[in-house]
C-alpha cells in the first residue's frame, strides 16, 4: 500500500490527497506536523532529505517526493493525465505556473496568516505577495473565461494543483469575489465523484 507523509493543512499534500480519493487509491496517510518540526526528523529526512511534505512511499519502499511530480505519478494511466502530448504540455505548462506564479503568492501569505508566521521582517513583503497573488488569480480566472477546465474538457492534474491554495484563498487575505470564473470552476472541481474537503483523512473519506 502506498503510505504519504503529509501534514492536512498543507494545499500540497492536499492535492495529492485529492487525487488519491478520486481515483479511489487506498493509502496510509502519516501525519506530520511542520510547525513542530517534524519533518526534520533524522527517521524523516531519511526518506525526503529536502524536508518536506508531501512525500509518497511505495510500497518497495522507494520514496517520491515534491508535490507535482506526485501528482504526475499517480495519474498515469488516469483521465487526469491526458493521453494526447500537446495536452500533457498544457497540462505542465499551467502546474509550472502553479508552482512559480501562484503557490508562492497564494499559499504564501495563507501560511504567515493562519500559522501565526507573520514576523516583523515579513510584513512588508505581505502586500506584495498578496498583489501577486490577485494577479495570478486573474490569470486563471481569464483563462477560465472560455473553458470549463484549465485543459481540455475535463478535470486534470493542471486542475487539482491549482485548486489545492485556491480554495482557500481569502484565509491568507486574498479575496475571490472578483474572479467569478474562478468560482464557478472552484464549484466543479467540488462537484467531482470522489472529492473530499481538505481536512479529509483517508479513514474518513
Known amino acids: ?20 480519493a478520486l481515483a479511489g487509491t487506498p493509502y496510509r496517510l502519516v501525519e506530520l506536523d511542520i510547525d ?16 518536506r511534505v508531501p512525500a509518497l512511499e511505495l510500497s ?4 517520491l517526493a515534491e508535490s507535482d511530480a506526485i501528482l504526475f505519478y499517480l495519474a498515469l494511466g488516469t483521465t487526469y493525465w491526458p ?4 495536452l500533457q504540455a498544457q497540462v505542465l505548462q499551467w502546474m509550472f505556473f502553479e508552482q512559480y506564479s501562484h503557490e508562492p503568492n497564494v499559499a504564501t501569505p495563507r501560511y504567515w496568516l ?5 514576523t516583523e521582517a515579513r510584513k512588508p513583503q505581505l502586500a506584495e505577495k498578496q498583489e501577486k497573488g ?3 488569480l486573474q490569470v486563471m480566472d481569464d483563462h477560465l473565461a472560455r473553458r470549463d477546465w484549465f485543459v481540455g474538457r475535463g478535470a486534470t492534474i493542471a486542475d487539482l494543483a491549482l485548486y489545492a491554495y485556491t480554495h482557500v484563498a481569502e484565509q491568507g487575505g486574498i479575496t475571490l469575489a472578483p474572479y467569478t470564473n474562478v468560482n464557478a470552476w472552484l464549484r466543479r472541481v467540488a462537484a467531482l465523484p470522489g472529492y473530499v474537503p481538505m ?7
Request: a negative charge; charged letters at 25%.
Open 36 to 51: 513542530k518540526g517534524e519533518t526534520h526528523t533524522p527517521e524523516f529526512l531519511a526518506k525526503n532529505p529536502n524536508g
Open 134 to 136: 490577485r494577479a495570478a
Open 83 to 86: 493521453a494526447d502530448p500537446w
Open 1 to 20: 500500500m502506498l503510505t504519504l507523509y503529509d501534514y492536512l493543512d498543507s494545499g500540497n499534500g492536499y492535492k495529492v490527497r485529492l487525487l488519491l
Open 114 to 118: 493562519r500559522h501565526g508566521h507573520l
Open 199 to 205: 481536512d479529509a483523512r483517508p479513514d474518513a473519506g
Open 60 to 63: 518497495d519502499g522507494a520514496v
